[in-house]
């Protein structure tokens, strides 16, 4: 009798896809600032997350843990509001804790969107089991609302 061997384990199906007009497949809002999803912005197609974070408050995007191999970088478009300057670090989450060390600081300009193109590896979430990303506050002070869209894994 043959052994057959054991199918490979598939990748979630749109894992990859984190946000684009509301959360992908399995993604779930756990974040500890004030967000609103889906939000309208005048004269805009995109329905981004609209953020406000007070000191290192964070947008927290969850999916159960899944195996980045796949992927090579994430990408996602961020605008500020009142006139940019929001200092905010991108962070990946691994078995529940933030990878901080890693953390890629962001400043927003002071108009338009500003499009991220990170390396997985960038922020220790290259060949790893991530459970989340994090667009965080980094200040100890409350910063100008901002806005996030077509958050994805390439």
Not at 56 to 78: E, R
Not at 88 to 105: C, E, F, H, S, T
């Amino acid at each position: 009798m043959a052994l057959l061997a054991a199918p490979a384990v598939a990748q979630d199906a749109g894992v990859g896809d984190v946000y684009g007009t509301a959360l992908g497949n399995g993604w779930e809002n756990w974040s500890w600032a004030k967000v609103e999803l889906s939000s309208e912005v005048l004269g805009s197609q995109r329905k981004p997350i609209r953020v406000e974070a007070g000191p290192y408050q964070a947008l927290y995007l969850h999916h159960a843990p899944f195996d980045t191999t796949a992927y090579k970088s994430v990408t996602m478009l961020i605008q500020g509001m009142d006139g940019g300057a929001q200092q905010l670090r991108i962070v990946a989450v691994v078995d529940g804790k933030p990878l901080d060390a890693q953390a890629y600081a962001v400043t927003l300009p002071a108009s338009g969107w500003k499009k991220i193109e990170l390396p997985l590896s960038r922020i220790g979430a290259d060949k790893k089991q991530i459970d989340g990303l994090w667009v965080q506050n980094a200040t100890d002070k409350v910063v100008a609302p901002f806005y996030v869209t077509e958050i994805a894994l390439h």
